[in-house]
């Protein structure tokens, strides 16, 4: 019985200490339950609010360099916009001269092949005057030589005539 006894005190001291942690444990939990930060975690956002503070004054130390900033890319914008408008007339120009160009060329292209039907004409009509003169020019030596034959004949038929009158 004895070991009975023994055996029943250190259940009962085991069961009270085991109760007695797990009381203590949950009566920590719900006193501290309010609590949601820990002192180091106190510290921590602290540092960050402090962080926070700083960034927020250097914010509005730039907002200045930020309004000019933001004033420049507003005037590079504006000036990309009118650049952009420049670069589109002038393609728009030089389509116009590209398609006044094509029409130059077919209308100097036609007056070359024009050029080129009355040169042919022309060297077609020179031929034919050639030839013309030529036979002009024959039948001007034919005549030429046939009054030179005559005009001889003549004058030596003449001759004998108008010498015995004179003499």
Same mark, same amino acid.
């Given at each position: 019985?004895?070991?009975?006894?023994?055996?029943?005190?250190?259940?009962?001291?085991?069961?009270?200490?085991?109760?007695?942690?797990?009381?203590?444990?949950?009566?920590?939990?719900w006193?501290?339950?309010?609590?949601?930060?820990?002192?180091?975690?106190?510290?921590?956002?602290q540092?960050?609010?402090?962080?926070?503070?700083?960034?927020?004054?250097?914010?509005?130390?730039?907002?200045?360099?930020?309004?000019?900033t933001?004033?420049?890319?507003?005037?590079?914008?504006?000036?990309?916009?009118?650049?952009?408008?420049?670069?589109?007339?002038? *393609?728009?120009?030089?389509?116009?001269?590209?398609?006044?160009?094509?029409?130059?060329?077919?209308?100097?292209?036609?007056?070359?092949?024009?050029?080129?039907?009355? #040169?042919?004409?022309?060297?077609?009509?020179?031929?034919?005057?050639d030839?013309?003169?030529? *036979?002009?020019?024959?039948?001007?030596?034919?005549?030429?030589?046939?009054?030179?034959?005559?005009?001889?004949?003549? *004058? #030596?038929?003449?001759?004998?005539?108008?010498?015995?009158?004179s003499?």
């Amino acid at each position: 019985m004895l070991a009975l006894g023994t055996g029943m005190a250190v259940l009962i001291v085991t069961l009270g200490v085991g109760l007695g942690l797990t009381g203590g444990w949950f009566g920590f939990r719900w006193r501290h339950k309010g609590r949601v930060f820990s002192e180091s975690d106190r510290e921590y956002f602290q540092n960050l609010l402090y962080r926070a503070e700083t960034a927020e004054a250097k914010v509005e130390q730039m907002e200045p360099e930020l309004a000019k900033t933001s004033d420049r890319a507003n005037i590079l914008e504006d000036s990309h916009r009118v650049i952009q408008e420049e670069l589109a007339n002038e *393609r728009q120009f030089n389509l116009s001269l590209n398609a006044e160009l094509s029409h130059e060329r077919a209308h100097r292209k036609f007056l070359e092949s024009k050029l080129s039907d009355q #040169n042919e004409a022309l060297d077609t009509e020179r031929g034919r005057l050639d030839g013309e003169l030529a *036979r002009l020019a024959k039948r001007i030596d034919e005549n030429t030589q046939t009054l030179t034959e005559s005009l001889h004949a003549t *004058r #030596n038929a003449v001759e004998p005539a108008f010498a015995a009158a004179s003499h």
